[in-house]
């Protein structure tokens, strides 16, 4: 029973900081990727960063500079440290699980850049 829960979300202003984080449970098996996409209204679901179980990670371009992801391995959560948040960041960020094709998708948790 895998479930993902993300948390952190919220209202911040522009230049700002959010911590994303991403609880995992029940993992199958010990290689995996997990990433955190987002979706903003009337926007196609996007792909922010990801992270390998083996600590690999991959940017967007609009993330690059500002996103942080990292994990706890112990804990198995994953995190996206977000700086310098922008308007244009502001959507529903969803944790994803994907076990080589096996995938697994949190509920999401909203984030809203504002003055």
């Known amino acids: 029973q895998v479930q993902l829960v993300e948390s952190g979300g919220g209202l911040v202003q522009p230049g700002g900081s959010l911590r994303l984080s991403c609880v995992v449970s029940?993992?199958?098996?010990?290689?995996?990727?997990t990433a955190w996409y987002r979706q903003a209204p009337g926007k196609q679901r996007e792909l922010v960063a990801s992270?390998?179980?083996?600590?690999?990670?991959n940017y967007a371009d609009s993330a690059k500079g500002r996103f942080t992801i990292s994990r706890d391995n112990a804990k198995d959560t994953v995190y996206l440290q977000m700086n310098s948040l922008k308007p244009e960041d502001t959507a529903v960020y969803y944790c994803?699980?994907?076990?080589?094709?096996?995938?697994?998708w949190g509920q999401g948790t909203q984030v809203i850049v504002s003055s």
């Open positions: 994803k699980r994907d076990y080589s094709g096996l995938i697994y």
């Open positions: 029940g993992t199958l098996f010990s290689f995996y990727t």
């Open positions: 992270i390998t179980s083996s600590g690999k990670t």
